[in-house]
Nanobody, 119 residues
């Protein structure tokens, strides 16, 4: 059984930064880890993804140039560095592990961490 636990969310002013973490425990079969987000009243959307080696990444156009995904396999942790945050980045952020980017399939999901960006 694999568990994913997100942390690092919080309240930040527009233009600020946050770093989210997604820590995996247990055996990890998945090769890709992705971040998604869901704002109130909106559908869940893909944010960024990274391969198991970290050599391949993918970003949504809305965050490209502002967010950076990385991983430390020794710590079984994937990070999402979020800079130049905007109010429209406000959402619950989830990490998901699977065998692909935004189309998955995903074997495991975290419980989510709230990010709120004030204007």
């Amino acid at each position: 059984q694999v568990q994913l636990v997100e942390s690092g969310g919080g309240l930040v002013q527009a233009g600020g930064s946050l770093r989210l973490s997604c820590a995996a425990s247990g055996r990890t079969f998945s090769t890709y880890t992705n971040w998604f987000r869901q704002a109130p009243g909106k559908e869940r959307e893909f944010v960024a993804g990274i391969s198991r080696s970290g050599g391949s990444t993918l970003y949504a156009d809305s965050v490209k140039g502002r967010f950076t995904i990385s991983r430390d396999n020794a710590k079984n942790t994937v990070y999402l560095q979020m800079n130049s945050l905007k109010p429209e980045d406000t959402a619950v952020y989830y990490c998901a592990a699977g065998t692909g980017y935004q189309n998955g399939p995903f074997h495991y999901w975290g419980q989510g961490t709230q990010v709120t960006v004030s204007s």
